[in-house]
C-alpha cells in the first residue's frame, strides 16, 4: 500500500536540477550522455576540476582523483569519514540496497552504533535519508497480522548527498591501500566492469526530476522518488496534484527498451498494489520501434535528449 506524504522530497528534483546544472555551468562543452557520466562522478567536486574538450573520463578519473589520493582524502573528504565504523558504514551505503538495517548488517555493526554514525554523517553533510512510503495494513483489534507480514518493517533508506561520495565509497575506498601505492589497475577492472550499473543510480536521480520538470506546468507534482516495498522496487513513483500516479523505470543500457519492459513494469505495479496512471521509461540507448509507436498516451518515453530541458 503507498502512503503519500506531501513533505517527503518535495524540493528534491529542484536541488538535483540545480546540483546537475551547476555541474554543467563548470563544463558546458559536455555533451548529455557524457555529461551525465561525469557527473555521476565528480558531482559535488566540480569547482576543483579542469577538465579540456579532449579528456576522456578515463584520463579525467585518473589524472583528478587517482593521482590526487591524498588530496581529494584530506582536503575534500570530512575527517569523520576515516573513523573505522563510518568508513564500514559508508561502503556499506555504498554496494548496498541502501535501506538502514541492511546497511547496518552488511557494515557489522550494532543498530545503535549504526543510528549515530549516520546520524553523524548527515549532520556533517555526507548522507541524507530518505524515508519509505509503504503503509502497513492496520491490524484489527485481537487479530495476528498474516504469516507473510510476521517480522516485516518499513525501512527508511541512506543515501549520499553528492555523486562524488558515492563514487569514492563504491570504487575508491575499497582499492585504497592499492591506490596509495600507485597501483591502479583492479580499481580500473572494478570500474570498467560495474560502471554502468554504477551511473544507473543518477541517472534514476536525473530521471525523477525530469519528471517532475515535465509534469511541472499543468498539474505539478508534489512527491516522487524510489519507491521500495516488501514485493518490489520501483526507480520512479510520483504523484500529480490532481492525484495522477506515475511510475518508472530507467535503463542506463547500451541497448533499446523493448515493449516488453512495459508488461513486467504493470505486473510489478500489480503485486505493489500501484495503479498507475501513466508509465514512464527512460533510457540511454532509446526505444523499439514498436514502442516508439505507440500511439497510447499513457506511455511516456525519455531519451537522452529529453534530459537537456534540466539544463534550460
Not at 49 to 66: N, R, Y
Not at 150 to 170: L, N
Not at 202 to 231: C, M, Q, V
Not at 249 to 271: A, D, I, N
Request: glycine share 6%; charged share 30%.
Amino acid at each position: 500500500m503507498l502512503c503519500y506524504n506531501k513533505q517527503t522530497n518535495r524540493s528534491e528534483g529542484k536541488r538535483e536540477i540545480e546540483k546537475f546544472r551547476c555541474f554543467h555551468d563548470h563544463f558546458p562543452h559536455l555533451e548529455i550522455e557524457h555529461l551525465i557520466e561525469y557527473y555521476a562522478v565528480f558531482g559535488g567536486v566540480e569547482k576543483h576540476l579542469t577538465l579540456g574538450f579532449s579528456d576522456s573520463l578515463q584520463s579525467c578519473i585518473e589524472t583528478m582523483i587517482l593521482d590526487r589520493y591524498e588530496f581529494l582524502k584530506t582536503k575534500i573528504m570530512p575527517p569523520p569519514c576515516f573513523d573505522a565504523t563510518n568508513r564500514r558504514l559508508l561502503r556499506a551505503v555504498a554496494v548496498s540496497d541502501g535501506k538502514m538495517i541492511n546497511v547496518f548488517r552488511r557494515a557489522g555493526i550494532g543498530r545503535s552504533e549504526g543510528y549515530s554514525a549516520c546520524s553523524e554523517l548527515q549532520r556533517i553533510g555526507v548522507l541524507y535519508e530518505e524515508h519509505s512510503r509503504e503503509s502497513l495494513p492496520p491490524v484489527a483489534p485481537g487479530m495476528k497480522k498474516r504469516r507473510e507480514e510476521r517480522g516485516y518493517a518499513v525501512q527508511s533508506k541512506i543515501r549520499f548527498t553528492h555523486p562524488f561520495y558515492r563514487f569514492w565509497y563504491t570504487f575508491i575506498e575499497p582499492h585504497a591501500q592499492e591506490i596509495e601505492k600507485g597501483i591502479y589497475e583492479p580499481f580500473k577492472e572494478d570500474l570498467e566492469s560495474s560502471f554502468d550499473r554504477y551511473v544507473s543510480f543518477t541517472f534514476e536521480d536525473l530521471s525523477n526530476a525530469l519528471i517532475k520538470r515535465t509534469f511541472e506546468a499543468e498539474d505539478p507534482i508534489f512527491e516522487k522518488g524510489n519507491y521500495w516495498d516488501r514485493h518490489n522496487e520501483f526507480d520512479l513513483v510520483a504523484r500529480t496534484r490532481d492525484d495522477r500516479m506515475i511510475v518508472g523505470e530507467c535503463k542506463w543500457k547500451g541497448h533499446k527498451v523493448c515493449k516488453s519492459l512495459v508488461s513486467k513494469l504493470k505486473s510489478k505495479c500489480e503485486r505493489s498494489g500501484l495503479k498507475p496512471d501513466y508509465l514512464a521509461l527512460f533510457s540511454k540507448s532509446g526505444f523499439s520501434k514498436e514502442l516508439k509507436g505507440s500511439n497510447d498516451p499513457t506511455i511516456l518515453c525519455f531519451d537522452l535528449n529529453d534530459f537537456e530541458r534540466l539544463l534550460a
